[in-house]
């Protein structure tokens, strides 16, 4: 069964820790992205990947990181310095190839809360 | 700098009826569109997609309007039912020199009522 899986579903953290969300995808999709939703703005870019070993950012990359060891592997890491770093976060996945633009898949999503 | 915009953050129609639900654009190097419906605490799911070498594009229920000229696209969903409840988001890229990013509107929350 191909798709995106996230975990976990729900994640508490404590203000000034560091936490990783996972995103695994089992598409064989070259270009994969992390978004965050907060009420009422929609999806912003955080950070893609259209490549093995190569990422940049997007609108709001400020106070995350990201790697992409793997193919199927996108995880993003909410550091301290992101301000307000409580949303649902999501990972999307995509293969642009020739096209240039593909529709891209969506996982489940994290609900991160920090406390 | 909202590149992509849904003006209505919500739309209540009865069952049965036509729902419509738009998106404006601002970027004239977009020229390919998606919309994609969500239920809450879930991932958006595709639905619909046009280029823009097309003015229209149909899917049973669902048909997508492009208008280039006014930058603005449209979602018509006929008949309208209970399960459509969601929130619908228009994305926007531009191919070739956005590596397949897209730019999401704010969405519009959809409510049949029966």
């Known amino acids: 069964d191909g798709g995106i899986t996230q975990s976990p579903k729900y994640l508490f953290r404590k203000e000034g820790q560091n936490v990783t969300l996972s995103c695994e995808q089992n598409?064989?999709?070259?270009?994969m992205y992390w978004y965050r939703q907060d009420p009422g703005q929609g999806l912003r870019l955080i950070y893609y990947s259209q490549i093995v070993n190569d990422f940049q950012k997007g609108d709001i990359a400020e106070g995350y990181s990201v790697s992409r060891e793997k193919k199927e592997s996108f995880p993003l890491t909410v550091t301290s310095a992101q301000k307000n770093p409580t949303a649902f976060y999501l990972c999307?996945?995509?293969?642009?190839?020739?096209?240039?633009?593909?529709?891209?898949?969506f996982g489940p999503g994290t609900r991160l809360t920090v406390l | 700098d909202q590149q992509v915009k849904q003006n209505s953050p919500s739309l209540s129609v009865q069952e049965g009826r036509i729902s419509i639900l738009n998106c404006d654009y601002t970027?004239?190097?977009?020229?390919?569109f998606l919309w994609y419906k969500k239920y809450p605490a879930e991932g958006p799911t595709f639905l619909i997609s046009i280029s823009s070498i097309k003015d229209k594009n149909e899917d049973g229920r669902f048909t997508v309007f492009l208008n280039k000229s006014a930058k603005h696209l449209s979602l018509h969903i006929v008949p309208s039912q209970p399960g459509d409840s969601a929130v619908y988001f228009c994305?926007?890229?531009?191919?070739?020199?956005?590596?397949?990013?897209?730019?999401f509107g704010q969405g519009t929350e959809l409510s049949v009522k029966p």
């Open positions: 970027n004239s190097m977009f020229d390919y």
């Open positions: 598409l064989n999709h070259d270009a």
């Open positions: 994305a926007a890229s531009a191919r070739y020199n956005q590596g397949g990013k897209l730019i």
């Open positions: 999307a996945s995509s293969n642009p190839g020739l096209a240039g633009v593909d529709e891209q898949f």
